[in-house]
């Protein structure tokens, strides 16, 4: 299997690749959208590996692509609706950059509350301004609020208790009482944390209607003089609310993500944001520890690993939830070369569409039971013809699938 790694990757991960018998092709450093499709075009690889890169339409019909691996968190960078289309697997590795995230949103809180970026500006000028820089308000005893609550929301917990901080937190999967085993308080959207919060924290995923989510409306709720922090990804965040909030309400904010980004690693970058006043902002560093990028790196080898060895996708992130099965259909047979090819012509010949199915085959390979969604239901006559024309189908009902 060949695999193309489209973004700076680890080498132990290319030797992990190597390892499990993969042909590796490392372009790094292709520039633009059409360097990436020649270079699909000219490897055609199986498997495209990315980081930063974004994955284009065009890109997945440069080549015979089946997997595309995103070696980190979030999966915005790639067009799924796309690759969905063209059958072509999307898996990413969740959780493995958690603890990087979160200490650089610590690192953010911290450096807003002390000013660390603006001592060090006025030290390289040669400048000793104690008086200046002595005021900060301390960790201890504020409020942390928290904006989704996956794996870095939940590293966070641990770290705000170290400083002191009690927690308040929003997440659509958040309940009260999961809240409370996590010993954090529950609020019932990101509105009311934005009111209860004196640092809010957005650990947020792309998608699901999330853009622009943070607006207007929710930094209006903050308390005046409040710290915020996004590590999660720029487009989640109105910054036009954002910088109005900045300069109206004294709103000091600690950025590592923006919606206008550059997507390559170096490059001229000129968002508003970046000239507001009271913005400390890093270059979408959060998942760029060693440790960090060993474990994605090591995440990434297991996926194409088992790919390769099974055909299954760990971390799938685009097969569909929901089918438009509406029926089941089982067929107990005995496990004999043309069986299932039997039933499928008659499903077929009825017009019906298969949706997912699996065969189970019982000890001692006699017999096996095979399950068929269907997306309407067989008539009788099918299931009559079924039985009829095939003496090793031993038994055959139909069930509807409930929502």
Same mark, same amino acid.
């Given at each position: 299997?060949?695999?193309?790694?489209?973004?700076?990757?680890?080498?132990?991960?290319?030797?992990?690749? +190597?390892?499990?018998?993969?042909?590796?092709?490392?372009?790094?450093?292709?520039?633009?959208?059409?360097?990436?499709?020649?270079?699909?075009?000219?490897?055609?690889?199986?498997?495209?590996?990315?980081?930063?890169?974004?994955?284009?339409?065009?890109?997945?019909?440069?080549?015979?692509?089946?997997?595309?691996?995103?070696?980190?968190?979030?999966?915005?960078?790639?067009?799924?609706?796309?690759?969905?289309?063209?059958?072509?697997?999307?898996?990413?590795?969740?959780?493995?950059?958690?603890?990087?995230?979160?200490?650089?949103?610590?690192?953010?809180?911290?450096?807003?509350?002390?000013?660390?970026?603006?001592?060090?500006?006025?030290?390289?000028?040669?400048?000793?301004? +104690?008086?200046?820089?002595?005021?900060?308000?301390?960790?201890?005893?504020?409020?942390?609020?928290?904006?989704?609550?996956?794996?870095?929301?939940?590293?966070?917990?641990?770290?705000?208790?170290?400083?002191?901080?009690?927690?308040?937190?929003?997440?659509?999967?958040?309940?009260?009482?999961?809240?409370?085993?996590?010993?954090?308080?529950?609020?019932?959207?990101?509105?009311?944390?934005?009111?209860?919060?004196?640092?809010?924290?957005?650990?947020?995923?792309?998608?699901?209607?999330?853009?622009?989510?943070?607006?207007?409306?929710?930094?209006?709720?903050?308390?005046?003089?409040?710290?915020?922090?996004?590590?999660?990804?720029?487009?989640?965040?109105?910054?036009?609310?954002?910088?109005?909030?900045?300069?109206?309400?004294?709103?000091?904010?600690?950025?590592?993500?923006?919606?206008?980004?550059?997507?390559?690693?170096?490059?001229?970058?000129?968002?508003?944001?970046?000239?507001?006043?009271?913005?400390?902002?890093?270059?979408?560093?959060?998942?760029?520890?060693?440790?960090?990028?060993?474990?994605?790196?090591?995440?990434?080898?297991?996926?194409?690993?088992?790919?390769?060895?099974?055909?299954?996708?760990?971390?799938?992130?685009?097969?569909?939830?929901?089918?438009?099965?509406?029926?089941?259909?089982?067929?107990?047979?005995?496990?004999?070369?043309?069986?299932?090819?039997?039933?499928?012509?008659?499903?077929?010949?009825?017009?019906?569409?298969?949706?997912?199915?699996?065969?189970?085959?019982?000890?001692?390979?006699?017999?096996?039971?095979?399950?068929?969604?269907?997306?309407?239901?067989?008539?009788?006559?099918?299931?009559?013809?079924?039985?009829? +024309?095939?003496?090793?189908?031993?038994?055959?009902?139909?069930?509807?699938?409930?929502?």
């Amino acid at each position: 299997m060949r695999i193309l790694v489209a973004d700076k990757f680890e080498k132990s991960g290319l030797d992990g690749l +190597k390892s499990i018998g993969c042909d590796v092709v490392y372009q790094p450093d292709l520039k633009d959208d059409a360097a990436l499709v020649e270079a699909i075009r000219k490897n055609n690889p199986g498997v495209l590996v990315v980081r930063s890169t974004k994955v284009t339409e065009p890109m997945l019909d440069a080549g015979a692509i089946k997997l595309v691996v995103r070696a980190g968190a979030g999966y915005n960078t790639i067009d799924v609706a796309a690759a969905s289309k063209r059958g072509i697997y999307v898996s990413n590795c969740p959780g493995k950059n958690s603890i990087a995230v979160a200490e650089l949103a610590f690192a953010l809180i911290l450096a807003l509350d002390r000013r660390v970026a603006d001592n060090v500006i006025s030290l390289r000028k040669g400048e000793w301004n +104690k008086k200046e820089f002595s005021k900060a308000r301390g960790l201890s005893g504020r409020t942390l609020g928290l904006i989704g609550l996956g794996k870095i929301g939940q590293e966070m917990i641990p770290r705000a208790k170290a400083f002191g901080m009690p927690v308040v937190a929003w997440s659509r999967s958040l309940t009260p009482v999961r809240a409370e085993a996590l010993g954090i308080a529950y609020r019932e959207h990101a509105t009311a944390v934005a009111r209860d919060a004196d640092v809010v924290s957005v650990h947020v995923a792309m998608g699901g209607g999330m853009k622009g989510f943070l607006n207007a409306n929710f930094f209006a709720a903050m308390r005046e003089g409040a710290y915020f922090i996004n590590t999660s990804r720029g487009e989640v965040v109105d910054e036009e609310a954002l910088i109005a909030a900045m300069r109206d309400r004294k709103i000091r904010a600690g950025l590592d993500v923006y919606a206008g980004e550059p997507s390559s690693g170096a490059g001229a970058f000129s968002d508003p944001i970046t000239k507001a006043p009271g913005l400390y902002g890093t270059h979408h560093i959060g998942a760029s520890t060693d440790q960090a990028q060993e474990a994605i790196a090591a995440e990434t080898v297991r996926i194409v690993g088992v790919f390769k060895a099974t055909g299954k996708v760990p971390n799938v992130v685009n097969l569909a939830k929901q089918t438009p099965a509406t029926h089941m259909l089982i067929v107990r047979h005995r496990d004999r070369p043309g069986v299932l090819a039997a039933v499928l012509d008659a499903i077929r010949a009825a017009h019906i569409n298969v949706q997912e199915m699996e065969n189970i085959i019982f000890e001692g390979a006699h017999a096996a039971v095979a399950r068929i969604n269907l997306d309407h239901a067989a008539p009788r006559e099918t299931l009559d013809a079924m039985r009829a +024309k095939n003496a090793d189908i031993l038994e055959v009902d139909l069930l509807e699938i409930k929502p």
